[in-house]
Each structure stands twice: as C-alpha cells, then as structure tokens.
C-alpha cells in the first residue's frame, strides 16, 4: 500500500500546487518523504515523471527524502531515481543520515 499511498500523496501537492506552481518556485521548496518500495519500483518512477509533466510543476519546487538505509540496499536503482528526477529540477534530501551501516563513500557517490 506505500506505493499507493506515495502516488496520492505526490499527486495530490502537485494538483494543488499547480495553480501557483510559478508564484511558489521563487520562495517554496515542498519536501515528500518516499517510502523505500515506491524508491524500488520502477513504475513509481515513471509515475512521477508523468505527474509531474501532466501537472507542468517545476520539479524545482520538490524536494524528496529518502532514508539513507535505501539508498544504499538498492544503490543502482537510487541513483537512476535520482538522476532521472534531478534531471528536471527535483532535489533530494537523505532521511535518517548517519543510523544505517552504509559507509561515507557509498552516499559520495549518490548523485
């Protein structure tokens, strides 16, 4: 149920967002905290990109968390999430930094 609760979740900001989405982007900055299993599916992904498109938000104005804990467990599938959201504007925060067991030089090399 995370995925789904995830895609509300993004879907709702973003429809109410998008009236004002070119007022906010200069002074907002909205955080989502994502669930690992919408991280590790790739459908998600492609939801978000659709979304995102669909609603004309500037991915500027969102910056998604994810735990420090997923990021690393699925390492190849993170960086493709992160690189292909970074590539229209969105930023990414690490949740949790410091409480896993992945080391300094694994997080370097998130985009």
Not at 31 to 50: H, T
Not at 92 to 106: I, K
Request: hydrophobic fraction near 50%; charged fraction near 20%; glycine fraction near 4%.
């Amino acid at each position: 149920m995370m995925v789904r609760i995830d895609e509300w979740l993004v879907e709702t900001l973003l429809q109410q967002v998008a009236p004002d989405a070119a007022r906010l982007s200069a002074t907002h900055e909205f955080s989502v905290n994502l669930s690992g299993a919408s991280i590790n599916d790739p459908a998600f992904l492609d939801f978000l990109l659709a979304s995102f498109a669909r609603h004309r938000v500037p991915g500027s104005l969102v910056c998604f968390e994810i735990t420090e804990t997923v990021a690393i467990a699925n390492f190849a599938q993170a960086v493709t999430f992160i690189e292909r959201l970074s590539a229209i504007g969105c930023r990414f925060a690490l949740d949790d930094f410091g409480s896993g067991l992945s080391s300094f030089d694994y997080l370097r090399k998130l985009p």
